[in-house]
Structure formats: structure tokens, C-alpha cells
């Protein structure tokens, strides 16, 4: 069976940079997973962010990007503000027609 | 602006097959560049995607749940479904319809509604 994994946790600071990583246990994970991020805050839908690795939707802030990392999608937050804290999903594309996400990561803005 | 909105009883025995709707407004179900699916998410725990139709019928499920999930496209009211059957404690969760463009070579999830919780208990 395969399991997307991510950071369970992290902490950043007030316009800090922090980074996310999505790994996959199948291996390397590539654009051909068309890497997708998503924030969720309590109670709310999942919000779209990034799609095909780095695309960014029309309401994605700036600050927000998308990248491939050491064999994992990334995502980035540079100039962390406290909105930002939330939930953030990846997911990966598996054959085209199957979808796995990840099983999230809580980032606080402390 | 495009709009899914689920619809369905929020509390099912255990047994019982669950049964929800997603209705599409804003844009038609019947565009070639789409695949509408269904997503959940148990209470305090992480996403789990279901399964997705396209227009045509052409059904993809989760491996895991595939022997029990159902899901099907009417064109005509701009809807879709998903039926859920032999349902336990274990399928409590908030449930997602979702939008799945797929065109210009991308593959992604780009608008939900906003979710209905579906409690399983007798």
C-alpha cells in the first residue's frame, strides 16, 4: 500500500521561512505525481494552493511556492505571517487516476 | 463562480449503505477537461480520497475502499453521487466533493464544497 508521508509538525517564526516536505514510499517523487498542496483550518474545506509541483492557483499568495527537493515535493513559506497557521496536505497523482495524500502537517506560526 | 454542494442524510446505521449527493453550479459536470470526485476526512484525523468519475462514467476508486464504493454521474441534473455500502463506527467522517481538472497537462483538485459530516451509529 502506498503512504505519502510528511512532517507531522512544525514550528516557524513570524516572517520566517519554513519549508514542508511530501515523501512517497514507491520512491523519488517526481513532477510525473503532480504534486499538489493544500491548507486546511479548523472547520473550514481544504483550500487549494499549488498544483503540478510550483503552479500556483490565482488566490495563492505570493509567498507561497511549490519545488522538488531531494527526492520529495516541497512547499515553501517565505515571510511566514500568522495566518498561515493551519493544516497543510500534499498530494500526489499515482497513474493518473489514483490519489494519495499525505497525512498532513500542523504548522504553528509561533 | 463554480459551486459543489453535498447533500445526504447526516446519520447512517451500521449495515446500511451511505448515500450523498454533489450538486454542480456555476459550470456543467459534462466538460471533457474534468473529473468530480469524492474525498473524506475523519473527525481530528487526515484527508482520504474515495474515488472519481468523469462524464463519461469512467469510475477510478481507492484500492482500500473499493470493493464497497460506488460512484455515479447524472449529466442531466449536473450531479454526482457516491453510495458507500456495509458502513461501520469507522466511516464517520466529513465528507467532500471536490473538482478534478485534467487538461493542459496538470492533474489537480481546484474547488470543494464545503463539506458534510456523516455520522455512522445506531
Known amino acids: 500500500q502506498t503512504v505519502v508521508t510528511q512532517e507531522p509538525s512544525l514550528t516557524v517564526s513570524p516572517g520566517g521561512t519554513v519549508t514542508l516536505t511530501c515523501a512517497s514510499t514507491?520512491?523519488?517523487?517526481?513532477?510525473?505525481?503532480?504534486p499538489n498542496w493544500f491548507q486546511q483550518k479548523p472547520g473550514q474545506a481544504p483550500r487549494p494552493l499549488i498544483y503540478?509541483?510550483?503552479k500556483k492557483h490565482s488566490w495563492t499568495p505570493a509567498r507561497f511556492s511549490g519545488s522538488l527537493l531531494g527526492g520529495k515535493a516541497a512547499l515553501t513559506l517565505s515571510g511566514v505571517q500568522p495566518e498561515d497557521e493551519a493544516e497543510y496536505y500534499c498530494l500526489l497523482y499515482y497513474g493518473g487516476a489514483q490519489l494519495v495524500f499525505g497525512g498532513g502537517t500542523k504548522l504553528t506560526v509561533l | 463562480q463554480l459551486q459543489l454542494q453535498e447533500s445526504g442524510p447526516g446519520l447512517v446505521k451500521p449495515s446500511e449503505t451511505l448515500s450523498l449527493t454533489c450538486t454542480v453550479s456555476g459550470g456543467s459536470i459534462s466538460s471533457s477537461k474534468y473529473y468530480w470526485g469524492w474525498i473524506r476526512q475523519p473527525p481530528g484525523k487526515g484527508l482520504e480520497w474515495i474515488g472519481s468519475?468523469?462524464?463519461?462514467?469512467?469510475?477510478y476508486y481507492n484500492p482500500s475502499l473499493k470493493s464497497r464504493v460506488t460512484v455515479s454521474v447524472d449529466t442531466s441534473k449536473n450531479q454526482f453521487s457516491l453510495k458507500l455500502s456495509s458502513v461501520t463506527a469507522a466511516d464517520t467522517a466529513v465528507f467532500y466533493c471536490?473538482?478534478?481538472?485534467?487538461?493542459?497537462?496538470?492533474?489537480?483538485?481546484?474547488?470543494w464544497g464545503q463539506g458534510t459530516l456523516v455520522t455512522v451509529s445506531s
Open positions: 471536490a473538482r478534478l481538472p485534467s487538461y493542459g497537462g496538470n492533474l489537480l483538485i481546484d474547488y
Open positions: 514507491t520512491g523519488a517523487v517526481t513532477s510525473a505525481y503532480y
Open positions: 468519475i468523469y462524464y463519461n462514467g469512467n469510475t
Open positions: 503540478s509541483t510550483s
